[in-house]
């Protein structure tokens, strides 16, 4: 969090996207400075996947804007070309909710394919750099295993690992922790924690309050669509402004309690 | 030895023959170049593109709606009054592959499908493009789900190919029926010829199985 500059990263601008007659995103506005942490929480369906999976190229806005620093710059008014989405996918890489590893491809495999099939990183040098990656995160000595043998958690801390051996300047994390079982929960988040610590860009949508505390500079929430409140992690939680937040994060924090607004 | 045992040996390699040096080469052949169709053929099919998409569609339908024998017989027996000829071989090899090209797609199209979106998504982010993921993500694991039902389709083709023998292609079924005609022993030797087709496709079922456990190493069993 120290690590925060004032450059920002990318810059996002109207974002505006239906799925038929469906509104999921109505003008979303986002900034992301250099080794900032942003939060996105929020009920299911309140569109934080969306904007994630839009950053990334995964999903293409109807419209608005997604501007990085040093490029690209995309307006989504006109229809995307190949070329942009490649270079907007350049930029970031995801880390998804069902880690989605390539189940033919052993632990190793799966951390170079990106570096070498993509970026033309020499195989040996591809290599070493994903032993040092995996290292970091204990699962060295699992490199030649396939992923139906690891644990969930092992999984997904593999799955951060393929994303950061691309060295993307920004790491985004959709709901990495909601399909482990609780136990494991706490591995993957220390491993996050350790890399917005180090410095890493992210953007980490998520309903672990506790991670948004210790790890966030920026928490957003957003309902329906719309980014209701935005603040630091601090404030959100403690004194959070408006009537849905509140009712969002009692209902959270209280699962089994009266509402109390 | 009675005359029906020492015919049935003399006749086993001719037919067994017949087998190696025609049905297994024709039903390799078509099968290599119906696959490579069937891939395009698939593709096509699954294309945004709606022409691509339409004509896919149109021969899937044509070859699966029309029986392999008139397929065989227009080609051959049909073409030569529009001024084609083609030789008996050649005939009969784009006679299969044409019709597997037309059964295989849609196995490749549905194993395609099969994979989950998720591994498209996993390609993209590591920064790949549709095509790349394509050859190196989902094929990859859409072979493996597709190896039981090609076998089948491959096991199909190895009997279907006694058809050719209907264009004059030298192969198993119709050294049989050489044999036949001359000896007069029908039942005999074309029992003899269902019996060597029947081992041919036992071999072929026990290959099935070894690509099988081969592919299935990643992944898990019994859970």
Redo the contacts between chains.
């Keep these: 969090m120290s690590h925060m500059d004032t450059d920002p990263l990318l810059r996002a601008s109207g974002l505006r996207k239906s799925f038929g007659d469906l509104e999921v995103l109505h003008s979303i506005d986002l900034t992301v400075r250099k080794g900032e942490v942003v939060v996105l929480i929020g009920p299911s369906g309140s569109g934080k996947t969306t904007v994630l999976r839009s950053l990334n190229g995964l999903e293409t806005p109807d419209g608005g804007r997604i501007e990085f620093a040093g490029g690209p710059d995309l307006d989504f008014a006109a229809p995307l070309r190949k070329r942009d989405r490649l270079a907007l996918r350049d930029r970031s890489a995801m880390v998804f909710q069902q880690h989605n590893l390539f189940p033919h491809k052993t632990v190793l495999q799966n951390v170079i394919e990106g570096p070498v099939q993509v970026q033309k990183v020499p195989k040996a040098q591809a290599i070493a750099e994903a032993e040092a990656l995996l290292d970091r995160v204990g699962l060295r000595e699992k490199r030649d295993v396939y992923p139906f043998q690891l644990s969930g958690g092992q999984q997904q801390r593999v799955g951060i690992v393929r994303a950061l051996a691309l060295k993307p300047q920004l790491l985004l994390f959709d709901e990495p922790t909601s399909a482990l079982d609780p136990e494991l929960v706490g591995d993957v988040l220390t491993v996050i924690k350790e890399l917005a610590d180090e410095g890493w860009t992210m953007v980490v949508v998520t309903h672990e309050l506790s991670f948004a505390r210790a790890a966030s500079d920026e928490v957003l929430f957003m309902d329906g669509g719309v980014i209701v409140e935005r603040s630091a992690p601090q404030q959100m939680f403690t004194n959070p402004q408006h009537r849905r937040t509140r009712q969002f994060l009692d209902r959270i924090l209280n699962p089994l309690h009266e509402r109390q607004d | 030895m009675s005359d029906s045992a020492q015919l049935f040996l003399d006749s086993l390699w001719p037919i067994v023959r017949g087998g190696l040096t025609g049905t297994i080469p024709l039903a390799l052949s078509a099968f290599a170049i119906g696959l490579v169709l069937a891939l395009i053929v698939a593709l096509m099919r699954l294309s945004a593109n709606r022409w691509a998409s339409s004509l896919a569609r149109a021969y899937i339908s044509v070859i699966r709606g029309t029986p392999l024998l008139v397929q065989l017989f227009v080609i051959f027996y049909g073409l030569p009054s529009i001024g084609v000829l083609i030789d008996p071989w050649p005939s009969a090899v784009v006679a299969f592959s044409l019709n597997v090209g037309g059964y295989a797609a849609e196995v490749i199209r549905a194993a395609i499908l099969s994979v989950?979106k998720?591994?498209w998504?996993?390609g993209?982010?590591?920064?790949?493009?549709r095509s790349?993921s394509l050859r190196?993500?989902i094929l990859?694991?859409a072979a493996?789900v597709s190896v039981p039902p090609l076998s089948n389709t491959f096991i199909s083709l190895v009997k279907d190919t006694s058809l050719a023998s209907m264009i004059l292609v030298t192969e198993l079924f119709r050294e049989a029926q050489k044999i036949a005609a001359f000896s007069q022993e029908f039942m005999l030797l074309y029992l003899q010829a269902a019996l060597v087709y029947w081992v041919f496709c036992l071999v072929l079922s026990m290959a099935q199985g070894a690509l099988e456990t081969r592919l299935d190493?990643?992944?898990?069993h019994g859970h």
């Excluded at chain 2, 993209?124 to 493009?129: F, L, Q, V």
């Excluded at chain 2, 190493?217 to 898990?220: H, L, N, P, T």
Aim: aromatic share 10%.
């Design positions: 989950p998720g591994q998504e996993a993209y982010t590591i920064g790949m493009s790349q190196r993500l990859p694991q493996r190493r990643y992944v898990a």
